[in-house]
């Protein structure tokens, strides 16, 4: 059981927070306008900072749950709060921030008990992918705890990179915007037929999580799932093939190959920025 407090309260720290409430023994919450830290606090049964230089003593880990914009601001008026570089045992900053890397982290908190997760927004229904990527000061027991809240929430997968963290962000952290693009196409297209617009959509979010479902529950590779609805020169064919002739799987790859190139652009802006 962990003592956690949050910088941050929006969307994603809810999500993931509360996911793992079970595994929190004792929860703060803070956000400049009040409000949402309140919100989260309460549900969370855990209580609410209105000023940071009442956080307690003795956490175990600080998330920080701001956008990366905010991150200088943020994270200079909390150390400053507290009296960081004073602190004789430090708590370990756990940073949900997109784009902001460990080094990054390392130097403005002087210290590597760090750690980078990138959740994705199925948190919202306990269905988490969490990437992790540990900085080197954090010890074995921590790594153990923070695992176990994560498992809580959905499922985590440990990286052992910053390259491969972002590689992976760009399948697990932004696939849901994919997910939800490929599903709007579909839908528009049984619309386009004539369907109902709430019909088109009932359809089309059954046919994904019933695939879910399938994927997860069947010992079965993508291909040989794929190659179960497809007979030679039937109906899926036909359309499988007008996917290949459109290049669908060299698309697939250079949109996330982009993903991951974006990100190595924004690690070197936050880096800069850092110096
Ligand atoms: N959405 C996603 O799919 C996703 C996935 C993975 C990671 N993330 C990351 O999660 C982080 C939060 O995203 P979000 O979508 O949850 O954003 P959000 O809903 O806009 O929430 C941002 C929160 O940060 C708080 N905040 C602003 N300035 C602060 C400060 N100086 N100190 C402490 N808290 C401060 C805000 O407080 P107020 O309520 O007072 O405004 C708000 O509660 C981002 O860094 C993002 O990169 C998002």
């Given at each position: 059981m962990s003592r956690i407090l949050t910088l941050g309260a929006g969307n994603m720290a809810s999500a993931l927070l509360l996911g793992m409430k079970d595994k929190i023994s004792s929860f703060y919450a803070f956000t400049p306008s009040v409000t949402k830290a309140r919100e989260l606090s309460e549900k969370m049964e855990g209580k609410l900072i209105?000023?940071?230089?009442d956080s307690p003593k003795g956490l175990d880990f600080i998330f920080l749950a701001f956008k990366p914009q905010q991150f200088e601001k943020a994270s200079a008026s909390f150390k400053e709060s507290v009296n960081w570089e004073e602190l004789e045992s430090k708590p370990v900053i756990v940073s949900m921030l997109a784009g902001t890397p460990l080094a990054v982290l390392k130097e403005s908190f002087s210290s590597d008990r760090i750690v980078r997760i990138m959740p994705n927004t199925p948190s919202l229904v306990g269905k988490a992918m969490i990437l992790v990527l540990f900085g080197k000061g954090v010890s074995e027991e921590e790594k153990e705890r923070l695992s176990e809240m994560f498992s809580q929430a959905g499922k985590y997968y440990i990286c052992e990179n910053e390259d491969q963290f972002d590689a992976a962000t760009a399948v697990t952290g932004s696939g849901p915007a994919y997910i939800f693009e490929f599903a709007r196409q579909m839908a528009l297209y049984l619309e386009e037929k004539g369907l109902e617009k709430k019909a088109s959509a009932t359809l089309v979010k059954q046919l994904f999580t019933g695939s879910s479902l399938l994927m997860e529950n069947e010992d079965q590779d993508f291909e040989t799932l794929r190659n179960k609805v497809t007979s030679k020169k039937g109906v899926t064919y036909e359309a499988l093939e007008t996917f290949k002739r459109g290049d669908w799987q060299g698309m697939t790859l250079s949109a996330l190959e982009n993903n991951f190139q974006r990100s190595l652009e924004l690690r070197k802006i936050a880096l800069k920025l850092e110096k």
């Open positions: 209105e000023d940071l230089k």
